[in-house]
């Protein structure tokens, strides 16, 4: 079945540092691409999202790119904080429908001070 | 605006009891799921439903059930709670644009 790989499992960035993290997914008729981020203890929410008519996406210090021919997208973390210390998943649409998403693993980002 | 309420956020079952997970959205959306979230794993889905009266199964639905008789609650019920359960649950409410989750409910069976 459809499925979303996420890499790395854990990351562990100095403060100021960039992060990227990466997931490949097989579902070519994806076209819905959201990044969730998940603080310790807390329910996971939306930071940014990404569709397959755009190529790249940026809000402040965040950032998706998206290569759809590769099927895979990254999320960028710039100029890491202490707050940004938390799991993130990304997911993929399941076909054209925003609603059901395929998850990936998650990325724990450790900020080390 | 409340957002989606879950409850409990804590619960202990002895292996072969019931119990019911409660989910409630105020948004009007009629997309609702419950994944459960296991170390390592990330979100699976159990159940979900495109509005009231319309459910369908997840990735790991056994051992679950779920109603929908309204477009505001959409609850978990665990027919005979089982160690491999033990997790931490999380209901969401959807619209085209995000997924609201509500705020888990840690499980433990014992």
């Known amino acids: 079945g459809e499925n979303v790989e996420q890499h790395p499992s854990t990351l562990s960035v100095q403060e100021g540092d960039s992060a990227v993290i990466k997931c490949t997914y097989s579902?070519?008729?994806?076209?819905?691409f959201p990044w969730y981020k998940q603080e310790l203890g807390k329910r996971p929410q939306l930071i940014i999202d990404?569709?397959?008519n755009v190529g790249e996406k940026k809000d402040q210090r965040i950032a998706v790119t998206l290569n759809k021919t590769a099927k895979h997208f990254s999320l960028h973390i710039t100029e890491t904080q202490p707050e940004d210390s938390a799991v993130y998943f990304c997911?993929?649409?399941?076909?054209?429908?925003?609603?059901?998403?395929?998850w990936g693993a998650g990325t724990k980002l450790i900020i080390k001070p | 605006n409340a957002g989606v309420t879950q409850t409990p956020k804590f619960q202990v079952l002895k292996t072969g009891q019931s119990m019911t997970l409660q989910c409630a959205q105020d948004?009007?959306?009629?997309?609702m799921s419950w994944y459960r979230q296991d170390p390592g794993m990330g979100l699976r889905l159990i159940h979900y439903?495109?509005?009231?009266?319309?459910?369908d199964q997840g990735e790991v639905p056994n051992g679950y059930n779920v109603s929908r008789s309204t477009t505001e609650d959409f609850p978990l019920r665990l027919l005979s709670a089982a160690p491999s359960q033990t997790s931490v649950y999380f209901c969401?409410?959807?619209?085209?644009?995000?997924?609201?989750f509500g705020q888990g409910t840690r499980l433990t069976v014992v």
């Open positions: 579902d070519s008729a994806s076209n819905y």
């Open positions: 969401a409410s959807s619209s085209d644009t995000e997924a609201f």
């Open positions: 990404i569709r397959s």
């Open positions: 948004m009007n959306h009629e997309y």
């Open positions: 439903s495109v509005g009231a009266g319309i459910t």
């Open positions: 997911a993929a649409s399941r076909g054209r429908s925003n609603y059901q998403l395929i």
